[in-house]
């Protein structure tokens, strides 16, 4: 009788094991341990209870007859750091048996302090969110109390693929979670500080165009677009300034170069004027006068005067001038790079004719 008894005891706890683990396994199942399937009963228990102070406000109204004084909506922090799970689960039939071990405690505000330091530490807030690997930016943030952080949005979808509360980076099951906004606050201030290193660039570009406006750079080709510029510039001021007459301005130069042409036209004529044999005899009469007895050119005795052992050419200009013929004609050449059709006596720089003279 007593073997009976305590196989039919084994049977009877065999079966209250099994079903405790069954229902436990039952109950994991189910989105109700979710973080976002409590969050959203707490929306609807909220949206109920909102309703319910309605009508009891209404209520009062209706009954005193008295003027209730309208005050504002209470507007919440939104930095503030809640915990979306701050009680713990219900225990299942196998927790309460010992036979699964029971849910963690909630963390305590310290607690939750020194998860926040070490997700700090690590720089989680500063790298993409391990889900989707994007950046936080604004965007809803939520700690674990394993210090790993995510998208809120992208938690719940990861744990409604799952269907089960599990650490998408270190697998850690029936974790808590906490709303924080550290990468919210960090984007705020990437922002601000793009911005003000777009403000500064501004400032210094304009400061830098101001000053090559003003100081000259030192690199040669540089100094001279400067002074191009610069001069430039200055012409169009002036012309700004003054009302220029178009025609009076086209009449100048009509009449300057109308001076050029009468210049030109009496330098033809005295150039292309043919001299006479007279006028060439009163030339060597004013040349004989100079009592020039060397040639300017080599500074060596005229053939004309006196018999020398090798004579050579002496020719005269029509400024009454004289010089060996070969000295002028090296002279000639040498000027060949002038491009002027005349050649200039080398003493008095005026336009000559020239003859040469019988030794």
């Not at 530490?121 to 809803?140: T, V, W």
């Not at 606050?185 to 660039?201: E, M, S």
């Amino acid at each position: 009788m007593l073997k009976n008894k305590d196989h039919a005891s084994k049977k009877e706890n065999l079966a209250v094991t099994a079903v405790a683990l069954q229902d436990h396994i039952l109950h994991d199942l189910q989105l109700g341990t979710l973080s976002i399937a409590e969050h959203s009963k707490t929306k609807v228990e909220k949206k109920e209870n909102r309703s319910k102070s309605l009508k009891r406000d209404a209520k009062a109204v209706i009954d005193t007859g008295l003027k209730k004084t309208t005050r504002g909506p209470k507007v919440e922090d939104p930095e503030k750091e809640y915990v979306l799970d701050p009680t713990p689960p219900s225990l299942t039939l196998a927790q309460k048996l010992g036979l699964i071990a029971p849910p963690p405690l909630p963390l305590s505000p310290d607690e939750w302090e020194s998860v926040k330091q070490r997700s700090i530490l690590h720089g989680d807030s500063m790298q993409p969110c391990p889900i989707c690997k994007e950046e936080f930016e604004l965007h809803p943030q939520v700690l674990l109390s394993c210090s790993h952080v995510f998208h809120r949005a992208c938690l719940q979808a990861f744990e409604r693929f799952t269907n089960k509360k599990s650490c998408p980076l270190c697998r850690k099951t029936q974790y808590q979670t906490r709303v924080i906004h550290d990468g919210a606050r960090l984007f705020r201030v990437k922002c601000a500080t793009r911005i003000q290193a777009c403000w500064r660039g501004y400032i210094v570009r304009k400061w830098y165009r101001n000053l090559r406006k003003a100081v000259p750079p030192t690199d040669a080709k540089l100094r001279r677009k400067f002074f191009e510029e610069k001069f430039v510039e200055i012409s169009l001021r002036i012309l700004r300034s003054y009302d220029t007459n178009i025609e009076e301005l086209f009449s100048e130069i009509d009449h300057c170069l109308a001076v050029n042409r009468s210049i030109l036209q009496q330098l033809d004529r005295k150039c292309g004027h043919e001299i006479t044999d007279k006028e060439w005899e009163e030339i060597q009469v004013q040349a004989a006068r100079h009592e020039i007895s060397e040639c300017p050119i080599c500074l060596t005795p005229l053939s004309a005067q006196g018999p020398r052992p090798h004579p050579r050419a002496t020719v005269l200009l029509s400024c009454a001038h004289l010089f060996h013929h070969a000295c002028l004609l090296a002279l000639e050449e040498f000027s060949l790079g002038d491009s002027s059709p005349f050649h200039a006596c080398p003493l008095c720089r005026s336009y000559y004719q020239k003859k040469i003279l019988e030794c």
